[in-house]
């Protein structure tokens, strides 16, 4: 293998991410089961009826792991998607739940023509790849764009993407337990919209899968 730098700290070495930033990122930390907020046990704030059923991530988006997914959102570091997933199969294999579909959050058609990629599929692909289970890229549309929610509060989050998704017409999911994948979850409003919409459709149980989770 070619040496390479890594996306992090930029240390020539072999992989896309070094050993030591590994090691930092993957730092075991209590989380809450459910939303991955990081606390001692369940946060207390996750209602029963909550679509999501379980949240798995490698870590917190804060500097300096924040970068790992602006360069593959923004800056199309592809090989990042892939050292992701190698991650997160960890993560899912570790839990002793694996889900039996994954499927990523979709971008709505404007956005994936401006950005080229959904970076949400390419973690997805090889994750399912990596877990044996079968990945569906469109069981889950956004059938209506929606402003980016960077700069919302949760209660004008939850608005934005009301209605957002939709499940394909073709798509075969009662009874299953799938894997809603995701870059980022910050307050889950969107990985929650769509676990609504899931579990709708007959979905059993639903895990979020966000690479990394806002503190």
């Known amino acids: 293998m070619l040496p390479s730098a890594c996306l992090l700290c930029a240390a020539v070495q072999r992989d896309v991410v070094c050993a030591a930033c590994a090691g930092a990122l993957r730092r075991a930390a209590p989380r809450c089961p459910r939303c991955a907020q990081p606390g001692d046990g369940h946060c207390g704030v996750c209602a029963d009826d909550d679509p999501i059923d379980a949240t798995l991530t490698?870590?917190?988006?804060?500097?300096?792991?924040?970068?790992?997914?602006?360069?593959?959102?923004?800056?199309?570091?592809?090989?990042?998607?892939?050292?992701?997933?190698?991650?997160?199969?960890?993560?899912?294999?570790?839990?002793?739940?694996?889900?039996?579909?994954?499927?990523?959050?979709?971008?709505?058609?404007?956005?994936?023509?401006?950005r080229g990629f959904n970076q949400a599929w390419e973690i997805a692909r090889p994750l399912a790849r990596q877990l044996g289970v079968a990945a569906a890229a469109t069981a889950l549309v956004r059938h209506r764009h929606t402003a980016s929610q960077r700069e919302f509060d949760l209660d004008a989050r939850r608005a934005n993407v009301h209605g957002a998704f939709a499940v394909h017409p073709t798509a075969s999911l009662a009874g299953r337990h799938v894997g809603l994948v995701d870059d980022v979850m910050t307050t889950g409003a969107t990985l929650r919209e769509a676990a609504r919409v899931l579990k709708a459709h007959g979905v059993a149980r639903v895990t979020a899968l966000p690479a990394l989770r806002t503190p």
């Open 58 to 114: 490698l870590g917190d988006y804060a500097d300096p792991f924040d970068a790992l997914i602006q360069r593959l959102k923004f800056g199309a570091r592809l090989p990042a998607a892939h050292w992701i997933a190698a991650q997160l199969a960890g993560c899912v294999q570790a839990s002793g739940a694996t889900p039996d579909l994954i499927v990523p959050i979709p971008l709505s058609p404007a956005r994936l023509a401006e």
